[in-house]
T-cell receptor, first 122, second 113 residues
Framework: GAVVSQHPSRVICKSGTSVKIECRSL??????MFWYRQFPKQSLMLMAT?????????EQGVEKDKFLINHASLTLSTLTVTSAHPEDSSFYIC??????????????????FGAGSRLTVL | AQSVAQPEDQVNVAEGNPLTVKCTYS??????LFWYVQYPNRGLQFLLK??????LVKGSYGFEAEFNKSQTSFHLKKPSALVSDSALYFC???????????FGTGTLLAVQP
């Protein structure tokens, strides 16, 4: 089945530095990827929709200059947390949908999630 | 706007007993409904979905869910719970006209031996 790889799984950084998280679809192409943020014991909050070859679409309240998203190819999207602060500490999860799966197939409409990246900003 | 409600923060059930995790939704148009499971410090794993067709959907690990349009619900069920089913369960909805998948707040399922 479809696999999404996310790296790094854990990262600790100092306040003020930037951190890049990669999301790769390993065996399928994804024209669209999604970035979510999850606080402890809370739900997933959709941050932005990453579109291959164009600008990401950010949800209301998400700072696009703070969370830079680049979707440079059909298999890679990156999220960069710029000038990170302790309040940015969270679990970030990416997801992708196989754009080749047509309607009626079992994989249609199903998002595959990465294992998540836990960011801790000191 | 689309939304999902999971009214129970936690569900406790004894191993071997049936379990139900509740979910209600609000969306414009026909809903696409999903259940995902999350184990500690892990991403989400797909369990099952409802797009169209039979209201009773069967998914992975013996789970099933019933789509009820009149009650706008999509409750997750399993006839006999296992200790290994203990995890965080998320219901999600996507409106037919949008690409976005919106999640409920999650329900922690605890199965006691």
């Amino acid at each position: 089945g479809a696999v999404v790889s996310q790296h790094p799984s854990r990262v600790i950084c100092k306040s003020g530095t930037s951190v890049k998280i990669e999301c790769r679809s390993l065996d399928f192409q994804a024209t669209t990827m999604f970035w979510y943020r999850q606080f402890p014991k809370q739900s997933l909050m959709l941050m932005a929709t990453s579109n291959e070859g164009s600008k990401a679409t950010y949800e209301q309240g998400v700072e696009k200059d703070k969370f830079l998203i680049n979707h440079a190819s059909l298999t890679l999207s990156t999220l960069t947390v710029t000038s990170a602060h302790p309040e940015d500490s969270s679990f970030y999860i990416c997801s992708a949908r196989d754009s080749r799966v047509g309607q009626g197939r079992s994989g249609a409409n199903v998002l595959t999630f990465g294992a998540g990246s836990r960011l801790t900003v000191l | 706007a689309q939304s999902v409600a999971q009214p129970e923060d936690q569900v406790n059930v004894a191993e071997g007993n049936p379990l139900t995790v509740k979910c209600t939704y609000s969306v414009s148009g026909n809903p696409y409904l999903f259940w995902y499971v999350q184990y500690p410090n892990r991403g989400l794993q797909f369990l099952l979905k409802y797009i169209t067709g039979d209201n009773l959907v069967k998914g992975s690990y013996g789970f099933e869910a019933e789509f009820n349009k009149s009650q706008t619900s999509f409750h997750l069920k399993k006839p006999s719970a296992l200790v290994s089913d203990s995890a965080l369960y998320f219901c999600a909805v996507r409106g037919g006209a949008t690409n976005k998948l919106i999640f409920g707040t999650g329900t922690l399922l605890a199965v006691q031996p």
